[in-house]
């Protein structure tokens, strides 16, 4: 392709997207495609000569987009949403036409410095103490596993990296029965093992984790010869919402010397509202990491992950590798790569960049907040119709629910749901039954768009009784 051709559908791309956001409330949400229909379509070998784009785009429509879920759809109400406000997927045609790998300081000086400051916004915007830096990662997963390997690190004296674990089996992480899986998943890669993640039980209508029996788990463990290296809370658990008690873990934490993560995923976009941190955030400045995602309900474009660190050195320590070829001479500035898994960097601070100054905070805030009204109005409505029940009460924007009937039953009206295509929800567990669980948090979603979800449901489960 030449420049002047990429020049041409580059404009033709730009209203293609702005027309696909325009009408995306006339598409099914969730992809109403049969398993292998696409790959069907595929050709199954690589083309030999070249093929000219207006095809290309073609088959794209044709074949591709059929096969999308539609997730910057507003009435999205499934998982947590991946959003892209508009400013931020411009930075993101930015960055993919400079197209740098963001390495090193000296690989791209304004990515880096981009993304300290930009840290440093959403360390204010969130209400985290004066001190804390921090690190673009891609995803909340990399971010608590970066931690637990810390924790790793630390309770072996800086020693797992080199001389492997003799201290298999032996290492302790301690959190609530509600984290997200990817805290068992980063235990499994960390050489802790599932069996050593030791989950606790929650209690009270946050379903926080039980203080006295972290207590009593980690001196059990002390005597039985096992090292406890960390804790894990969360604020926001997937399920149904969790928040810990911050304030309490944090002086368990300091009380036995152990490292702390806390898993704010999708949560941590509202704590920006000062309304919306009360009892769910004090405490979280005395935690050694903390992680959020941007690109869930913050708005911008995935993959965007901030990692607030306290004291970055016990991370540094546990990932930074200096081969020659890696090394620069200057002493006086930060390689991101080594605070990170992966040496290769996106510039993902740009579109944050765009984002913030694009709304201001205060314009951010008021989505949250409407989205935060809107959930509690519909599960007030929800609670009202016959044949419904809450299952757990919001928390922030996300609760759940459940219809007259069994296990299957609720599965049956998921399904029944996302087959119709107007609204997308998905399922939990919570308390041994099955739940539907409802979040509030797209970015586009309109008061109307939420009220249609009662509507929906109650006319998807009136056909099936
Ligand atoms: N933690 C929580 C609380 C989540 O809700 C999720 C995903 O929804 C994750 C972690 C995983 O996030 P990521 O996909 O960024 O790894």
Known sequence: MQWDEFAEWGRKISEWASDYHQNIRA?????????????????ASPPETSEDMTTIMGDFERIVMPGMTHW???????????NAAPPSMLAEMLVSTIAAQCMLWQTSPAATEMEQVMVDWLRQALGIANGYTGVIQDSASSATLSAVLTMRERATGFTGNAEGLSEQGKIRIYCSEQVHSSIDRACWIAGIGQANLVKLPTQGSLHTLDGDALRSAISADRAAGYHP?????????TSIGACDDLEMIAAIAKDENLYTHVDAAWAGAAMICPDLRRGLWEGVSDFDSIVFNPHKWLGAQFDCSVQFLRDEKAQIDTLKIQPEYLTTSREDITNFSEWTIPLGRRFRALKLWFLIRSYGLEGLRTRLRNHVVWAQELCEVIRQTPGFFITSEPVLSLFSFRCEGDDSVQQQLVDAINDDGRIYLTQSIWQDQKVIRLQVGQFDTTHED?????????EIYAGMV
Do not use: C, D, E, N
């Not at 290296?229 to 658990?237: E, F, L, M, P």
């Open 27 to 43: 598409l099914p949400v969730r992809a109403q495609t049969a398993p292998g229909a696409i790959k069907a379509q595929l050709s």
């Open 72 to 82: 910057q759809h507003p009435r999205f109400f499934a998982y947590f949403p991946a």
């Open 229 to 237: 290296a960390g804790i894990i809370a969360v604020t926001g658990g």
């Open 450 to 458: 939420v009220m249609l979800a009662h509507a929906v449901i109650k």
